[in-house]
DNA sequence: TCAAAAGTGTTATCCTTACACCCATGT
DNA sequence: ACATGGGTGTAAGGATAACACTTTTGA
């Protein structure tokens, strides 16, 4: 049996809320010159009595933030995974989480931030149509990126690879499919971690604002969990104020999903599936005709096998 | 900042495999007296690249086996998820993964034993219909459970939870619900391991058989995160010998997912889906007319957004 | 009066489910 | 003959997607 030494377990988190139609990020300043991170801190295995509650302690020391929902992700463990453990660090394997917070629930202070997600994967917002990176910069560079294989074969696997995951040819763009998606721009080079990485300088523009260590990787991973889970478990009305109407309760999806969804048929999804219930009151105006207020309908999770909000999405077209 | 002392990665797996008609586990002996565990061993933070690269190092030394499809499942890191933690151990930390093997890949040395997996969770077992362990023990003793709760408050929580997880009322029965299971028996001091962990003497008959240390919940994991998958990404061919019929598929797929399935429904889907194409080959008679073989179409996964295997429930009736 | 958002109604299409039935082989 | 498994056809019902249209407010 060989040593075990110099394993540190970090937790880290994605505390994800909702500021007007955009998903933000609770961020924290890092080591990295020029870097944000995701708020993290270590498990102690003698205060703690699960990982959760340890992250659950961590981010109140860190941000004074109480987390309501909060589920594990995955644990990241890959070598180099922190550029430090190259300088001889200790080898540290990280336990991400994603959380959810109401928007107002607590106020950051000062050190820390919410920032839009969507600067740091700018390819994965389609609400305005394609994103013009996508075809202005992205596309090409991986198209450049397939051809550059040495061998025929690896070049098919790069180039169904890339079809799969960017949408190319007759394949439709899956908005789950986030870390796949960020994993092929790492090994393309287009992000400036797979440069910062191996102590290279980087080619070319990078794509998106970089973090630090992996907690981009991280990130993506929670995005693809959340549109995943927003789909079957009604986690969605963890992010929603008390009472909302439902185009709030649309752009709140949308925001997630990164696209735009069917106005009259996303109503009648949520309707029909019982997720709300009218609270009686009515909004104040907000441009136009005024809304009825809902509310979330705990006793769904009883009825439906997978209560969650489907998502209609929109074609062509504009706005709805 | 606290101390950071004392951690240990352990790596488990639970490795599938089908032997007619049943999914069954790799097992290994265990410390624990009268109980078996899953295959597992220590992370090695100099020398494993990755964690899954640990894994695969850690079957192989330990079983002789190489793996071929592993996902990380979740990282289990509760106090005294291993009893020998009490007795001064140091806190074992549990990476969990699922990995699947193709039936006699290797020959596993003696010392190890491929298990039928529902011997340790019976209840998720109804493709004879519903289990009599639910009805004779699980429903009477949780009803009790539910009823023995302090508080009014109380009681209707664990009602609803009941109620979800083992379908009563109108509820249906979802497959997928594993985990949600297991707790809840666990909660409800009905498995062997409630009253090992804390301690004390058993009351009434446990359900199942137990494992050791926390592997029965990391079991109860690894079954959920399957059967959800075989439903949007082909895993189950990782399962299968190269050609197989698509009754043998059916089989497989009924074996994971721990009902039965609707006959020409299934083929129907199978087919339309595009997930198989025939090899022109014949199998040999098993009991009526000879059937095509068929063999994964690898195609498929650039096709659709979500290949796997749709589950037509077979409802009331006899096999087919 | 127009823009913006709230709502209602209807239809075509696809997918799932269920049922009925015929085919080929071994005992 | 009949049991066992292989394989096809089709019709009902439900969910989804797409379209058209009315209502109510503020600027």
New interface residues.
């Given amino acids: 049996?060989?040593?075990?030494?110099?394993?540190?377990?970090e937790l880290s988190a994605v505390i994800v809320a909702l500021s007007d139609d955009a998903p933000t990020i609770l961020l924290v300043p890092s080591e990295d010159v020029g870097a944000q991170g995701l708020p993290f801190g270590?498990?102690?295995?003698?205060?703690?009595?699960?990982?959760e509650e340890g992250l659950r302690r961590g981010v109140v020391q860190q941000a004074g933030l109480t987390l309501g929902y909060a589920e594990?992700l995955?644990?990241f463990?890959?070598?180099f995974r922190d550029p430090q453990e190259r300088s001889g660090g200790?080898?540290p394997?990280s336990?991400g989480y994603l959380a959810l917070a109401r928007q107002g629930d607590d106020a950051p202070s000062p050190r820390e931030s919410w920032t839009d997600w969507y600067r740091f994967l700018p390819w994965e917002d389609w609400r305005g149509g394609t994103p013009g990176l996508i075809d202005s910069v992205i596309v090409p560079r991986l198209e450049a990126w397939c051809a550059a294989a040495t061998s025929k074969a690896e070049q098919q696997r790069r180039r169904?690879r890339t079809?799969?995951t960017f949408a190319l040819g007759d394949?439709?763009w899956?908005n789950e499919r986030v870390l796949e998606r960020y994993e092929l721009l790492y090994e393309a080079q287009l992000v400036a971690e797979s440069a910062r990485d191996q102590g290279k300088p980087l080619l070319g523009v990078a794509t998106g604002t970089p973090l630090a260590k992996d907690h981009r990787r991280i990130l993506a991973t929670a995005m693809g969990r959340l549109r995943a889970k927003i789909k079957y478990r009604p986690v969605i009305f963890e992010l929603m104020p008390p009472a909302f109407t439902l185009l709030q309760l649309q752009r709140a999806a949308e925001a997630l999903a990164g696209g735009r969804l069917h106005k009259q048929n996303f109503r009648r999804l949520v309707a029909h599936e019982g997720l709300v219930e009218p609270t009686g009151q009515i909004s104040v105006q907000t441009g136009g005709r005024p809304a009825e207020l809902f509310r979330f309908r705990r006793g769904v999770?009883?009825e439906r096998?997978a209560p969650g909000v489907r998502l209609p999405v929109k074609r062509g077209g504009k706005s709805s």
């Fill in positions: 049996m060989r040593s075990v030494s110099g394993v540190v377990i270590p498990f102690d295995p003698v205060g703690d009595r699960t990982l594990q995955y644990t463990g890959d070598r200790p080898r394997v336990v169904d079809h799969l394949a439709t899956d999770v009883l096998p």
